[in-house]
């Protein structure tokens, strides 16, 4: 099972919290799970800006409870910016972020990870296959 769930950013006017639409769902997903032999990979995130602190709370909310209830049977992976041509939000800031990643004095950027949408994916196969995976590790 791949949680994907979830909202980038709440919004009143359409009544969206991450309690509601990140966390809860994320846990009605775990514990309808937890008897089974079913695993969970969990959609976290590498890191995120200031203004994204409650973002980041709550995939961590999640991942906590998914490793209390699953155990071993709980894979979070961390991505960075998911970037595709046809997602001009995040393609432009993750294509400006790549090659700054490189370069030591800008070495504090490399948590924002930025990985192509087609990576992503392939990434995600590997770790389903029970391949290794950098994305199952956070960076600072």
Known sequence: MIDAVGILFPSKSKGTTYEKNSIQPAKIIIDTIVNSENQ???ISANDGPFFMNDYMK???EVEAYGQKCLKS?????FPG???DASRKSSYFP???L???VKI???SFLKSYRPIKRSQFAKEIHKIIEGKESSLTT???
Request: proline letters at 8%.
């Open 40 to 42: 969970c990979l969990f």
């Open 58 to 60: 709550a995939k961590k």
């Open 73 to 77: 049977r709980f894979v979070s992976v």
């Open 81 to 83: 910016i998911v970037y």
């Open 94 to 96: 993750a294509r400006l």
């Open 98 to 100: 790549e090659p700054l």
């Open 104 to 106: 030591p004095i800008f």
């Open 138 to 140: 956070r960076i600072k």
